[in-house]
């Protein structure tokens, strides 16, 4: 990389590149002098990467701003194709609905006016042109209020440049800022108040959420104290006002106009629809941020709504383009151009993003190793923030919503498995007292057992030794439960024969009329699907490699043996008995099996609310586990063949195109003729003219090939939609049916039953003294201190209580990770599922996730 390069790349960076110094005008004055120096051979590399930098390392904004600034004091034309590029830019992020460029490029917007390249008249007009689409928006008339998250995105647009630029355009255009914040002020007082879904990871803070301000709220009451504060914000650096004397002589560019989107105007549609237009809207248009409150507000740093506010910003533009490459979103993170410390700001965000609801941003994986990196990049304080932040969860994990609280199980575990599998377990010791159900307890009991996956039942023992207590909730030894190991089992002859035919490679063929003979028509076909599961299973048990290819070789053997439902709940129940202590190896064989076509996703729906599984609901996530891969699985079919189909309708048209030119060139070369003799002849020698025939009839060929693919993909789409709606009516059926038996009543007053007191929600409440440090002596694995922690041992809440708030709080993340999917089968699920008698609170239940 040449020197220019890494100097823009790395200005404001503590860098050996500017010495390992942290100085920004000397940083921004080295810069611009290597730029300058190489500008007459590099203009529009320069003009590139400015442009790409400020897009991909935001929380640089400033910096690269007066870059732009300085450069254009020397050469007008590079300030002037700087804002046509970003106009061009800012009105094609507009018109693909692309927010996060949308976002980035006001901002640079803003920041350009500050260094006098852009006239602040030009952004006023496009604040004022994105405040008059959003007022038209929720307009009900001229608009579509169902697309308020749209509007409400592009208000925070306008708030969120105003740390940036808001000190500038009150001083030099007061008349017209003034104006816009009227506006942003009569928006907000007609807009509606949105409740922030995406952030209510605590059950409890529901009811909370209706009364307090949503984001757009919040972040202009930010505003609204910034203004009185003078428009100080410590968290934004501002090189431009040491370079102010030189800018101020620059040439400053008008913006041309831009326009946003017209969205569709509302009419007289049913309910259905105007709620499903919602999510869609704000799917498409999410907001930002809303802080996940985790440390008590006497642990958190002390700094301004609007620094936090920028700061999140920051770490959240970081996480964005980064995504890929932990180790440099790590070190980015860690050394953000803010003049205080962030450590729990930051560790809040990352869960934040880990605990987003419907779905993280980015895959769970990401955030876990980012953690990771920045555990090691700041020994010294990163590690006691996250140990803080992991107690703090534990304090509410029963309040946590259940798929943020298996977020927190697979995250957990996978991050003790990168440092050693160390933690002070004598601190949570107490769980064992608990009842079973307690979710402290089964949370403990969880993540034991996916430690136990990551390495193996000895190493984990160890790690619990000095909470001996905690043994008792370990999984059992991975052992499998084979039934016939002795000679009086019966049914031992049979397998033991059935293992021969197996080892002696047999063919399928040959074993399923072996079965048919042998043990169907002697015993039952019940008996013939267990002798023959056992013993494949067992064949299979050495490890995944050798599972797989018994499924593969022998699945057919057992498709036949179970060609109904019933049957493949029986199966499923074999599968469950053989693997009985190995949760993971239940799940593998279950979902292999499952994408062999050899049980459908409607028998792992029944099996898993068979009476057994019923009630685990409360106490393991075996069953949830099972559920999840097998709807996940269903998703990820139809996922697959809409890919597909995209592609093969891309295919159709190319090979369209190749068919019509191919035709084409034959018709003329035909149609091209000499005369010869006075008579009119073929002009074209007749073997070429053979050869264009032949591609015209191939690429004609091609064509009805690629249709014909794409009309068989289109009908396994069809058919995998049907199934997708008769999975989605069965599972909430399954729901409706033990819900309905085991929920309360509704009061006489038809108010809803509470399964959680207020007086509950507190108590599990453990008072932190101090955050771990999760420092470990390494010589004995104890933790060096245990803060004097203060914990109530107690659990209040009744079994059948827990029970219900369990399955509801599945129901609702079900809805909620699959609302897509669930949307178009709505009407049949209302007909035949949630109409008539249903019970409130699961209703409830769905709509808060779909909604």
Known sequence: MSSWRALLLRVGDKCPEYGGAVDYKEHIETCYGVLWREFEHSKDEISELL???????????????????????????????????????????????????????????????????????????????????????????????????????YITCILSCLPWGGTELIEQVPDEFDRVIVGIRSYLSIRKHSQDTNFIVFEADEDKSVKEKDFVEDLWDHIQILSTNGWKVDSVPRPHLSFEEQLVSGKSYNLSPISCPKQSTSSSRSTISRERETYEAKLKYPQRLRRLHIFPSNKIERMQPIDRFVVEEYLLDVLLFFNGCRKECASYMASLPVPFRYEYLMAETIFSQIMFLPQPPFKPIYYALVIIDLCKALPGAFPAV???????????????????????????????????????????????????????????????????????????????????????????????????????????????????????????????????????????????????????????????????????????????????????????????????????????????????????????????????????????????????????????????????????????????????????????????????????????????????????????????????????????????????????????KSFANVLTERLPPMSADGAFPKLRDEEDKDSMAIDLEEPSTMEMDHDNGRKDDRNGEKVTHRYSIKEQDQWCLCTLGYVKAFSRQYATEIWPHLETLEAEVFGGDIHPLFRKAVFAGLC
């Open 51 to 153: 442009l790409q930098c400020a897009e991909q390392l935001p929380h640089k904004i400033p910096f690269y701003g007066v870059l732009v600034g300085l450069i254009n004091l020397e050469d007008e034309d590079f300030g002037k194709n700087i804002v046509d590029d970003l106009h061009w830019k800012l009105q094609e992020a507009l018109s693909s609905e692309n927010c996060d460029k949308i976002r980035i490029l006001m901002r640079f917007l803003t920041v350009m006016m500050c260094s006098k390249v852009i006239l602040p008249s030009s952004v006023i007009e496009v604040f004022e042109t994105l405040l008059s689409s959003a007022a038209t928006i929720i307009d009900e008339d001229a608009g579509n209020p169902s697309w308020q998250p749209c509007a409400d995105f």
């Open 386 to 732: 996250v140990a803080g932040a992991v107690r703090s969860l534990f304090n509410r994990i029963g309040d946590l919503d259940m798929e943020c609280r298996t977020r927190l199980i697979l995250w957990f575990s996978h991050h003790l498995s990168n440092f050693q599998f160390f933690w002070p377990w004598e601190e949570w010791a107490h769980v064992k007292d608990l009842p079973r159900w307690a979710p402290q307890r089964v949370f403990v009991q969880e993540v034991l057992e996916r430690e136990v996956r990551l390495s193996y039942w000895d190493k984990i023992k160890q790690s619990i030794e000095y909470a001996p207590e905690l043994e008792e909730l370990l999984p059992p030894k991975s052992v499998s439960s084979f039934k016939y190991n002795s000679e009086e089992d019966r049914g031992y002859t049979l397998s033991k024969e059935f293992r021969e035919m197996v080892r002696g490679r047999k063919t399928a063929h040959e074993i399923a009329s072996w079965v048919e003979e042998n043990i169907i028509q002697i015993h039952s076909s019940k008996f013939a699907i267990e002798v023959v599961i056992q013993t494949l299973l067992d064949i299979g048990s050495k490890s995944f490699t050798h599972l797989i290819t018994v499924l593969e070789r022998y699945g057919q053997v057992i498709a036949k043996l179970c060609t109904d439902k019933n049957m493949q709940v029986l199966l499923i129940d074999e599968v469950s008995s053989y693997w009985k202590n190995n949760t993971q190896m239940t799940a593998i064989a279950i979902d292999r099996m499952m994408g062999y076509r050899i049980i459908s996703n409607l028998a792992i729906v029944s099996w898993v609310f068979s009476v057994s599984n019923i009630e685990q609901f409360h106490v393991s996530d075996r069953p949830w586990e099972i559920l999840r891969n097998a709807v996940n699985k269903t998703y990820n079919r139809i996922a697959d063949l809409r890919k597909e189909i995209q592609t093969l309708k891309k295919s159709v048209m190319l090979a369209e195109d190749v068919a019509v030119k191919a035709l084409k060139e034959f018709e003329a070369a035909e149609a091209r003729l000499e005369v010869v003799d006075g008579q009119p002849v073929q002009a074209e020698k007749p073997g070429r003219l053979k050869r264009l025939k032949g591609y015209a009839e191939k690429a004609k060929d091609d064509e009805i090939a690629v249709r014909e693919a794409l009309e068989a993909k289109d009908a396994l789409l069809a058919r995998a939609l049907e199934e997708n709606k008769s999975l989605f009516v069965s599972l909430y």
